[in-house]
């Protein structure tokens, strides 16, 4: 099942740099959009979702794109900090229903 | 901050073995939800629940698997005879509504099958 494609396994940035985190999807049917930080030995944590109607929301320091044509979205976390150390996943749902999971990526910030 | 909890954190099992994972979802939330994450792989969707009865469930979910909500507060997942395979980190999750909201997980239960 490959709807939910996170193609980078890990990123690498310097603290207080900005972190890019992509996702590609293939269903056309979603139309809800979420991202979720992972510890290990932890359940994933909401961070920040984005309806299909909108291109863009913003919340502090995290901002989700969308382009639905495109069929990608992107995370950004600026300024990046050691603690967003973690593994980062995409999901995606269609009319709310159960959620679809990317691989994940495993973001390292540097101090 | 209300939590999705979940017990046990570990729960070793040999196989063939009937396991009981217990949530407790958080109390003003209507849907409910059992994920998995087999090592090194993704989360995958095992069922949903709404209104007292399953309202989706995927192909994982077979026989060997059923979905209680014996009292107000507590939602389990059942497996009743545990194979190899069935070894995974088993989410619980919930949501107040299931329409573009953020379903909230629980901290997870490590299943070892032996």
């Known amino acids: 099942d490959q709807q939910v494609k996170q193609n980078s396994p890990s990123l690498s940035v310097q603290e207080g740099r900005i972190s890019i985190l992509n996702c590609d999807y293939t269903n056309s049917m979603f139309d809800y959009f979420l991202w979720y930080k992972k510890y290990p030995a932890e359940g994933p944590t909401f961070l920040i979702s984005?309806?299909?109607?909108?291109d863009k929301n913003e919340d502090g320091r995290f901002t989700v794109f969308l382009n639905k044509s495109a069929k990608h979205l992107s995370l950004h976390i600026v300024p990046s900090q050691p603690g967003d150390s973690a593994v980062y996943f995409c999901a995606a749902s269609a009319r709310g229903n159960k959620l679809v999971f990317g691989a994940g990526t495993i973001l390292r910030v540097k101090s | 901050e209300p939590e999705v909890t979940q017990t046990p954190s570990h729960q070793v099992t040999q196989m063939g073995q009937e396991v009981i994972l217990r949530c407790v979802p958080i109390s003003n939330h209507l849907y409910f939800y059992w994920y998995r994450q087999i090592l090194g792989q993704k989360v995958e969707f095992l069922v949903s629940?709404?209104?007292?009865?399953?309202?989706?469930k995927s192909e994982i979910f077979d026989d060997q698997f059923s979905v209680e909500r014996p009292d107000g507060s507590n939602f389990t997942l059942k497996i009743r005879s545990t194979k190899l395979e069935d070894s995974a980190m088993y989410f619980c999750a919930s949501t107040a509504e299931s329409s573009y909201n953020e379903q909230f997980f629980g901290p997870g239960t490590r299943l070892t099958v032996l």
């Open positions: 629940f709404y209104n007292n009865e399953i309202s989706e």
């Open positions: 984005i309806s299909s109607i909108k």
